[in-house]
């Protein structure tokens, strides 16, 4: 089975703000393992506009991944992070019960802006850990048949990136040389899905223009791929996720109480969330809540 998730359009923080797409959670597709936000942003030319400018926020219960294909973006959080990334490497935050921080693109930053923003939802028993930060810049690479696999989270053939993760899942990068012929190996207890992120990939049988998310279910030993023109695609894939949470605006929790502890946590400056220094501009205020209660959901539907 596999389904196309053409993604929606979102203005980060505002309708004049940072033009994002979100391709999870998805109707009817809310989760891919334990993946379940995925934000993909540019090729964008930043000449003559702001950039990127994400202002102090918290998150709850989750771990958010940054990875770019060019530019730059600087990150700092509550714990005195001060870290800039670039392509190829790995920002990874832990928020545990709670952790702010803020993004923006850096002074003296490059043209074009690419990248993805990720979220991993934390299982029961840590999504209450202590928050952390970690910055991984020498990420392990398999190459085979012209394919080059830059493992981000997670394990391939073997090889295992040194960043956290509390469920089985992976998240990589697959680079396809011009001409590329070669057959993925997949782990069948794992649901996958793939975004193209350039160039035009086939995925069995299916030729992929950057855009939309192709999920290609769980139960496959593997996945042909091939490429008539150099083409790097993300790959994500996991257990698939059994807790059924609630999301909402920047926390993943279990039920609609613990969404107002967080919200009013956030609101009331409590030391849950600490302070983010350094950014030039106030914290974003939290969106009211919804009249309704909230209900927590499952992986889909
Ligand atoms: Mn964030």
Known sequence: MS???????????????????????????????????????????????PGMRVAPHPHTGLQTVTWLLAGEVLHRDILGSVQEIRPGQLNLMTAGR?????????AGHSPILHGVQLWVALPH??????????????????TRDGLAVTVLMGSFEG??????THTPLIGAELSLDAGAEVDLP?????????????????????????GPLLYAGDGRRSLRLTASSASRLLLLGGEPFAERLVMWWNFVARDHDEIVQMRADWADHTPRFGEVHGYDGPPLPAPPMPITRLVPRGRAR
């Open 98 to 106: 709670g952790i702010a921080h803020s993004e923006e693109t850096p």
């Open 186 to 210: 997949l782990d069948p207890a794992f649901e996958y899905a793939l975004l193209t992120l350039d160039g035009a990939p086939t995925v069995d049988g299916t030729t992929l223009k950057p």
């Open 125 to 142: 028993a840590v999504r209450d850990m202590a928050p952390a930060f970690a910055h991984h810049d020498d990420l392990p690479v398999v």
């Open 3 to 49: 389904e196309l998730l053409e993604g929606t359009p979102v203005a980060l923080g505002g309708p004049r703000g940072f033009a994002v797409t979100r391709l999870l959670p998805a109707k009817g597709r809310r989760l891919v393992g334990a993946w379940c936000f995925l934000d993909a942003y540019g090729p964008v030319d930043l000449t003559a506009t």
């Open 159 to 164: 090889v295992t990136s040194p960043a956290a």
